[in-house]
Nanobody, 113 residues
Framework: VQLQASGGGLVQPGGSLRLSCRAS????????WAWYRQAPGKERELVAS???????DVADSVKGRFTIFRDNGRKMLYLQMNNAEPEDTAVYYCNRVPPASAWGQGTQVTVSS
């Protein structure tokens, strides 16, 4: 599976971003997918996940601010980030749950004034 995340950038605290991930290769719709992030000096962490039947879960640190959704027909995964905080600054990746061996390209999100 090939994964390509996009949509990152610089956003001010309180602002919004929508991240996108295109997955190619193996069937998309049967897997649970997730957004992960890795901040400088920290381990990669799972931010939000969505099952094949659209049940979602998000980390406590982003609850009420981030929403994950998917488009099975287009093999796309999305992360809507609202009310961004400086602590959200990280490289964001998409992958399955559990993650496939290849992580693919991440997208940098920087929250700063």
């Amino acid at each position: 599976v090939q994964l390509q995340a996009s949509g990152g950038g610089l956003v001010q605290p309180g602002g919004s971003l929508r991240l996108s991930c295109r997955a190619s290769g193996r069937p998309f719709n049967i897997h649970t997918w997730a957004w992960y992030r890795q901040a400088p000096g920290k381990e990669r962490e799972l931010v939000a996940s969505i099952t094949h039947d659209f049940n979602t879960d998000v980390a406590d640190s982003v609850k009420g601010r981030f929403t994950i959704f998917r488009d099975n027909g287009r093999k796309m995964l999305y992360l809507q980030m609202n009310n961004a905080e400086p602590e959200d600054t990280a490289v964001y990746y998409c992958n399955r749950v559990p993650p496939a061996s290849a992580w693919g390209q991440g997208t940098q999100v920087t929250v700063s004034s």
